[in-house]
Structure formats: C-alpha cells, structure tokens
C-alpha cells in the first residue's frame, strides 16, 4: 500500500521554479511499434512562453518555440520519430516506436524576459517487445519406458525484457530440483529467449492413469524502473505449451501429435 501511494504521488508531482511549474507525463510502458503521446503540461504566471524542449536522456530532440519559424523543429537522435502534425507545445507524438526508445525523457519550459525562469520535469518509458510465438518444448527421446526420466527443455519465444518460464506437472508447479536453468540467450536487436530444462521420472507419483501431463507457461511482465527499485507492473503476456506423454503401465510414448507447438495464447491483459 505504501508503494502505491508514492507512485500516485510522484506521478502528479508538478515541478515548479520561479512561479514557473511544469509536469511532464510519459508513457512507463509501450509495446514495440506503437505510437507514444508524451504530455508537457506547464503554468507561466502571467509570464510569455520562450520555449518548450524535449530530452532523451541529455540529447534534445524536439523544441516548440512560438516566435519562430517554423514554430517546431526535430533533431535526429537514435530510436525517436516524431509526429510532426500531432506534436505542439504542449504534446509530443513519437510514431513507430523500438527497443531503442527506452530511455528517460525530460521537457524543459523556459519563459521570455524578464524573468528568464525555466523549470522542467521527466520520466522514464520502456518499450517491449511481445513474442511472436508460444514456449516450445523439446525432448530427448521419442519411446519412454516405465522408470525412465523424461529430460525437457522448454525455449520462450524472442522477447524484450526477456521471458519467465514455469514447469507444470500434472497441472502442479514442478519443484525447484527438478528444473535446469539456463543462461538467458541474447539475440539481434536487443531480443532475448529463456530456457528452463525439466528432469522427470516416469514413476507411480507422475503417471497418473497412464498419462503424465506436463505444461510449460511463459510470462512476460514488464518492469516499471524507479531511481531505487523494480516493481512488477500487472500487464502481462501469458503463453503455455502443453505435452502430454501416454501409454500402458509399462510403456510411455511422446507423440509428436501430442506435442502443441503452434500453442495456445491464454492470457493477453493490458492495464
């Protein structure tokens, strides 16, 4: 609860200098190739307005000024393109947004003469990138007796920030011993893809009337960066594969008909 209540009050936190006030609100969180709308709210007191700028980190990339001509100009800086004909001085567009559109961004409000007061605010936005395709699970043999192992992998698809992967075992959450980590596997463009490996026995405590049920989910949850800390934010993709190993009571079979690769979106819920 406290958490919450300092969020709700940093995100309305208004930045004021020399009577000048300004607020700056920035998207946390944005799916790759969408469009951005930032807002650079400000009070001038009574006060002309000079110029609006805004910041990538320490690069400028757009300035609005009134007496100007033209009134808007963009400077070239990696990961942003701004929408010209929905951009103002108060709103910035950014069109087709990438991974390389994460950063901070900053809006600077300056006032003409005399006072010469300037005052700014920012905040941070991440860009994610949403697998294409569910987790796929492979394993190391196609015929399995009764009292073997089965040794899976479960891969996420590509994604940014990368996957988790869990391991269910007849729709139980398969224990911590059972499960082989892998180093996250980094891909072109920032792109990431998770491996979890799951050890098995094919004994009287999995096979369950001749079947063991084994499930692979892969969780995408964005973080929302803070100066000090990661809080998990509740906009999630959610993708599962599911295996199902069948038999006799002596033999288990993996049928490659059993095995869901195309796999099946469960949950797909933006906030």
């Known amino acids: 609860m406290l958490f919450s209540l300092l969020l709700i009050v940093s995100s309305f936190y208004i930045w004021t200098c020399n009577g000048l006030s300004v607020e700056a609100i920035v998207p946390r969180y944005k ?28 690069e400028e990339f757009y300035r609005y000024m009134p007496k100007w001509t033209p009134q808007k100009k963009a400077y070239p800086v990696d990961g942003i393109s701004v929408d010209y004909d929905h951009s103002d001085s108060h709103q910035l567009t950014l069109r087709n947004i990438s991974l390389r559109t ?36 492979t394993d190391d043999k196609i015929i399995y007796q009764f009292g073997d192992s089965i040794n899976l992998n479960c891969t996420s698809a590509k994604s940014y920030p990368a996957s988790s992967l869990q391991w269910y075992v007849n729709n139980v959450s ?14 072109a463009k920032g792109l990431m893809t ?14 369950q009337n001749g ?13 929302l960066w803070t100066s000090d800390n990661e809080k998990v934010l509740p906009r999630q993709d959610k993708r599962e594969a599911l295996l199902l190993v069948t038999g006799s009571s002596n ?10 690769l195309s796999l099946l979106l469960v949950t797909r819920v933006f906030f």
């Open 31 to 58: 799916v790759r190739g969408e469009t951005a709308v930032f807002r650079c709210n400000y009070q001038l007191e009574g006060a002309f307005l000079y110029a609006v700028k805004w910041y990538k980190e320490n």
């Open 102 to 137: 994460t950063a901070n961004y900053r809006c600077e409000v300056s006032a003409e003469a005399p006072s010469f007061a300037s005052a700014q605010d920012s905040g941070r936005m991440e860009i994610i990138f949403l697998p294409k395709d569910g987790p796929h699970i």
């Open 174 to 187: 398969a224990r911590e011993e059972s499960l082989k980590r892998y180093p996250v596997r980094k891909h």
């Open 194 to 207: 998770t491996t979890l490996g799951l050890h098995l026995p094919l004994d009287s405590g999995t096979v």
């Open 211 to 223: 079947v063991v049920r084994v499930r692979c989910v892969a969780l995408l949850s964005p973080v």
């Open 251 to 260: 033999e288990c079979r993996s049928s490659a008909v059993a095995v869901f």
